[in-house]
């Protein structure tokens, strides 16, 4: 029954597989007659040309309880300390927790699916760059308790400067068949991933003192090295 009354008047058909039923379905409503709904019922309509009869072999219904993971608190920071490992890098870290990690088919784990940036006026998938340990299963200890990763993302290539608006935003899964996928998006950071450009170099053989001029542009703060 693809209406919203069960009324026996509106039934699924084959080009209806995977229709996801309305919030003012019965099944799904939680007020009103829909509230203890405890019953499922189906009816099948099989046709033939007349060469044979269509034979019915097996019925699979599917009834799932799960509650949706949680992911939050994600915390980011390009690293600007050029004496560190991770210099350039945008170091981040979120929690996760399932309020029924404990039951279901996937039990005690989360696993991040996709993980984006925002530049200042567009999202776009972080595809590369990212920590061994970026798309690894997270272990959970019991029901809603809460575990952190971190994961250190390399920007180079994407040759972004976000003053203080850039985001990111982390997916997790927590594998069930349902109701298994949560969203969450940090608040805003610094994000510089632009090279400098370098207009011209020269240097002046004609003095004595050979004189080196150069033109350089950047959004921040330039330093430099000669050899």
């Given at each position: 029954e693809t209406g919203t009354t069960?009324?026996?008047?509106?039934?699924?058909?084959?080009?209806?597989?995977?229709?996801?039923?309305?919030?003012?379905?019965?099944?799904?409503?939680?007020?009103?007659?829909?509230?203890?709904?405890?019953?499922?019922?189906?009816?099948?309509?099989?046709?033939?040309?007349?060469?044979?009869?269509?034979?019915?072999?097996?019925?699979i219904v599917q009834y799932v309880v799960n509650g949706p993971p949680s992911v939050g608190n994600i915390l980011p920071a390009q690293i600007t300390d050029s004496a560190s490992a991770n210099y350039g890098k945008v170091v981040f870290s979120f929690d996760a927790s399932d309020s029924d990690t404990t039951t279901g088919a996937t039990q005690n784990i989360v696993t991040p699916t996709l993980y984006e940036y925002y530049n200042g006026s567009s999202w776009g998938t972080i595809s590369s760059g990212l920590s061994a340990n970026a798309y690894s299963a997270i272990t959970?200890?019991?029901?809603?308790?809460?575990?952190?990763?971190?994961?250190?993302?390399?920007?180079?290539?994407?040759n972004v400067y976000?003053?203080?608006?850039?985001?990111?935003?982390?997916?997790?899964?927590?594998?069930?068949?349902?109701?298994?996928?949560?969203?969450?998006?940090?608040?805003?950071?610094?994000?510089?991933?632009?090279?400098?450009?370098?207009?011209?170099?020269?240097?002046?053989?004609?003095?004595a003192n050979n004189p080196i001029t150069w033109s350089v542009t950047d959004n921040t703060t330039l330093s430099y090295r000669l050899s």
């Open positions: 069960c009324n026996g008047t509106n039934y699924f058909e084959n080009a209806h597989n995977g229709v996801a039923l309305g919030t003012s379905h019965p099944l799904r409503s939680t007020t009103g007659g829909g509230l203890a709904d405890r019953y499922f019922q189906y009816k099948v309509f099989l046709s033939s040309g007349g060469g044979a009869t269509p034979t019915l072999t097996s019925v959970l200890t019991g029901n809603s308790a809460t575990t952190t990763t971190t994961v250190v993302w390399d920007p180079t290539g994407t976000a003053n203080n608006t850039a985001k990111i935003r982390v997916t997790i899964t927590d594998g069930e068949a349902a109701n298994y996928s949560a969203v969450a998006t940090s608040g805003t950071f610094t994000l510089d991933s632009k090279l400098p450009v370098v207009s011209y170099v020269r240097v002046d053989s004609s003095t």
